[in-house]
């Protein structure tokens, strides 16, 4: 009898060590250019680093970006353009999530306000879904159900012009929307007309406007991509996929203006090679930033100064692949994981909190085509 309650003690005991353990689900978008066919998801453990093998829970049409709802229920991507199977992404897909599993259930579909979406976010008041239409060339703003299906589009917004570069700036070409931390205001950058609009974001219909100063003039043929905002919400962080830099801005919340106080290369002196930029984001403290140079195939990292909100490299670590394109803090901040999607693999490092330096930890684990990646805590 005591062997008997032994054991089941000890079965129990392994659960739930198992089940602690695996405290962290990592989501991983995966291109059907590539060998991808979906989203996969695989298990991560933020006391020892150890990423598990990515498994396949749902199949769909090349969820290039996409992002999980603050409730930890609902995951939303975008279905981008694939020529190479002859798809043509014009929508947003919403799925919920199964816990501790991870499975998706398919909710439905929206039209994204435009062709090939490239980049979704959620607002603060979690009732909206914004929308970039990179071929589309142009921005929109979906309404969300309160059973975290999509509603239908409440706002859209098409560029107009062109920029220099004879190949990639020919039309417009929106990468990215956000909303200010004020949730009052949304910005757009958009790569084919070198500029960063501004919106104010109307959070009552979920609507946008052109801001009193619509938009700000990056350099002629930077091409800018995703920006992020610095903890304190007083300065926003600009990285040019084309020009391979970094723009500082003071933000001012009220007016919605943007002031520039410095642009720095992601790249180390004397690199001479082909590089273009893909993804940023500060880390939870507030101290340091990270930008991936796809072509050097490195993350840069680069030190925050409280009081100025002024940038300065500190160092470029290799990300063990070719083009990074996407990365993602853990929720303990202790890790990061990046992406590289040319040589199908991700890779886990971990942060020094006080340096902000990354130090490799494990070998790359194999993700087909990985093009976006998110982290859901269990806990």
Same mark, same amino acid.
């Given at each position: 009898?005591?062997?008997?309650?032994?054991?089941?003690?000890?079965?129990?005991?392994?659960?739930?060590?198992?089940?602690?353990?695996?405290?962290?689900?990592?989501?991983?978008?995966?291109h059907?250019?590539g060998?991808?066919?979906?989203?996969?998801?695989?298990?991560f453990?933020?006391?020892?680093?150890?990423?598990?093998?990515?498994?396949?829970?749902?199949?769909?049409?090349?969820p290039?970006?996409?992002?999980?709802?603050?409730?930890?229920?609902?995951?939303y991507?975008?279905?981008?353009?694939?020529f190479s199977?002859?798809f @043509?992404?014009?929508?947003?897909?919403?799925?919920a999530?199964?816990?501790?599993?991870?499975?998706?259930?398919f909710?439905?579909?929206?039209?994204?306000?435009?062709?090939?979406?490239?980049?979704?976010?959620?607002?603060?008041?979690?009732?909206?879904?914004? @929308?970039a239409?990179?071929?589309?060339?142009?921005?929109?703003?979906?309404?969300?159900?309160?059973?975290?299906?999509?509603?239908?589009?409440?706002?859209?917004?098409?560029?107009?012009?062109?920029?220099?570069?004879?190949?990639?700036?020919?039309?417009?070409?929106?990468?990215?929307?956000k909303?200010?931390?004020?949730?009052?205001f949304?910005?757009?950058?958009?790569?084919?007309l070198?500029?960063?609009?501004?919106?104010?974001?109307?959070?009552?219909?979920?609507?946008?406007?052109?801001n009193?100063?619509?938009?700000?003039?990056?350099?002629?043929?930077?091409?800018?991509?995703h920006? @992020?905002?610095?903890r304190?919400?007083?300065?926003?962080y600009?990285?040019?996929?084309?020009?391979?830099?970094?723009?500082?801005f003071?933000?001012?919340?009220?007016?919605?203006?943007? @002031?520039?106080?410095?642009?720095?290369?992601?790249?180390?002196?004397?690199?001479?090679g082909?590089?273009?930029?893909?993804?940023?984001?500060?880390?939870?403290?507030g101290?340091?930033?990270?930008?991936?140079?796809?072509?050097?195939?490195?993350?840069?990292?680069?030190?925050?100064?409280?009081?100025?909100?002024?940038?300065?490299?500190v160092?470029?670590?290799?990300?063990?692949?070719?083009?990074?394109?996407?990365?993602?803090?853990?929720?303990?901040?202790?890790?990061?994981?990046?992406?590289?999607?040319?040589?199908?693999?991700?890779?886990?490092?971990?942060?020094?909190?006080?340096?902000?330096?990354?130090?490799?930890?494990?070998?790359?684990?194999?993700?087909?085509?990985?093009f976006?990646v998110?982290?859901?805590?269990l806990?």
């Open positions: 009898m005591r062997r008997i309650a032994l054991s089941v003690f000890l079965m129990l005991s392994s659960a739930a060590s198992f089940s602690s353990a695996q405290d962290q689900l990592v989501y991983f978008g995966t059907s250019a060998a991808g066919l979906g989203i996969s998801v695989a298990h453990n933020s006391q020892t680093g150890v990423l598990t093998y990515p498994e396949l829970v749902c199949e769909a049409e090349s290039a970006y996409f992002i999980i709802h603050p409730d930890g229920k609902h995951l991507t975008c279905n981008s353009n694939d199977k002859g @043509t992404g014009r929508t947003i897909s919403a799925y999530i199964e816990k501790p599993t991870g499975k998706l259930t909710l439905n579909r929206q039209s994204s306000g435009g062709d090939d979406p490239s980049f979704v976010y959620g607002d603060a008041t979690r009732k909206y879904l914004l @929308t239409n990179y071929v589309g060339g142009g921005v929109g703003v979906l309404q969300l159900n309160s059973d975290g299906s999509l509603g239908p589009v409440s706002a859209r917004i098409t560029h107009t012009g062109k920029s220099i570069d004879t190949i990639r700036q020919t039309k417009p070409y929106a990468h990215s929307i909303t200010d931390p004020t949730n009052k949304a910005l757009a950058a958009d790569l084919g070198d500029k960063l609009f501004i919106y104010r974001f109307h959070e009552e219909d979920g609507t946008l406007t052109p009193t100063i619509p938009f700000v003039q990056c350099p002629a043929g930077s091409g800018p991509r920006f @992020t905002f610095s304190d919400g007083r300065y926003l600009l990285l040019t996929e084309m020009g391979s830099t970094l723009l500082t003071a933000w001012d919340p009220e007016h919605g203006n943007l @002031t520039h106080q410095q642009t720095i290369s992601t790249l180390p002196s004397g690199f001479t082909v590089n273009t930029c893909a993804e940023i984001d500060v880390h939870p403290n101290k340091f930033l990270y930008a991936t140079n796809r072509g050097h195939d490195s993350i840069v990292l680069c030190a925050v100064d409280s009081l100025t909100g002024l940038l300065s490299v160092e470029h670590y290799s990300t063990q692949g070719h083009k990074p394109r996407n990365f993602a803090f853990d929720p303990t901040g202790q890790w990061i994981i990046v992406t590289n999607h040319a040589s199908d693999n991700a890779v886990v490092f971990h942060v020094d909190g006080i340096s902000g330096r990354l130090m490799q930890h494990g070998a790359p684990v194999h993700v087909p085509s990985p976006c998110r982290f859901l805590s806990n």
